[in-house]
T-cell receptor, first 114, second 112 residues
Framework: DTGVSQNPRHKITKRGQNVTFRCDPI?????LYWYRQTLGQGPEFLTY????????KSRLLSDRFSAERPKGSFSTLEIQRTEQGDSAMYLC????????????FGEGSWLTVV | GQQVMQIPQYQHVQEGEDFTTYCNSS?????IQWYKQRPGGHPVFLIQ?????EVKKQKRLTFQFGEAKKNSSLHITATQTTDVGTYFC????????????FGQGTRLTINP
């Protein structure tokens, strides 16, 4: 079990630029989640996939955000035309429905928009 | 919308004192999961409670799930400096999509 892997771990970008984060879930986990966390708050749900299907998107996920999981394995989260309010930690998590859906988080990708 | 409320927001204790954080949901939960996040770190899974009234223990940590599956608590006996961090409860909704809804967390600091 190699755990959930995310990269890059840190990203500083100028406002208006696009950024992409990658997540590699625990192997064999069929569900993959993206959360966003700001300082002093709990993680907020953004979206989740079961295999390659994106089953739910939060209203937090504006049209500048897009997530994909093309082959049901790794996933990418792209933010277009970044804004300062996008600065946060983006957490990826995965789970296996057969095991009670315990959700395991990666170490997160910190985004700072300047 | 569905909410998970957690109290207190902060707790400062002397090393050796006990600590409890409480979690309440506005809706019935399928299960509840507890996580610990160290400063600068990511949420680390502690435990999952599924059954109504369930109680689980991990060394000095005791987790409870309410009879109505709407509330939960985490109690730490005789805190140690290694317990420092933010403790989050997260409820898995019984209806609708399979997503965890997190509480705001309780930040525990300890005076050695």
């Amino acid at each position: 079990d190699t755990g959930v892997s995310q990269n890059p771990r840190h990203k500083i970008t100028k406002r208006g630029q696009n950024v992409t984060f990658r997540c590699d879930p625990i192997s064999e986990h069929n569900r993959l989640y993206w959360y966003r966390q700001t300082l002093g708050q709990g993680p907020e749900f953004l979206t989740y996939f079961q295999n390659e299907a994106q089953l739910e998107k939060s209203r937090l996920l504006s049209d500048r955000f897009s997530a994909e999981r093309p082959k049901g394995s790794f996933s990418t989260l792209e933010i277009q035309r970044t804004e300062q309010g996008d600065s946060a930690m983006y957490l990826c998590a995965s789970s296996l429905t057969r095991r009670g859906n315990t959700i395991y988080f990666g170490e997160g990708s910190w985004l700072t928009v300047v | 919308g569905q909410q998970v409320m957690q109290i207190p927001q902060y707790q400062h204790v002397q090393e050796g004192e006990d600590f409890t954080t409480y979690c309440n949901s506005s809706t019935t939960l399928s299960n509840i999961q507890w996580y610990k996040q160290r400063p600068g770190g990511h949420p680390v899974f502690l435990i999952q409670l599924v059954k109504s009234g369930e109680v689980k223990k991990q060394k000095r940590l005791t987790f409870q799930f309410g009879e109505a599956k709407k509330n939960s608590s985490l109690h730490i006996t005789a805190t140690q400096t290694t317990d420092v961090g933010t403790y989050f409860c997260a409820g898995l909704l019984i209806q609708g999509a399979q997503k965890l809804v997190f509480g705001q967390g309780t930040r525990l600091t300890i005076n050695p």
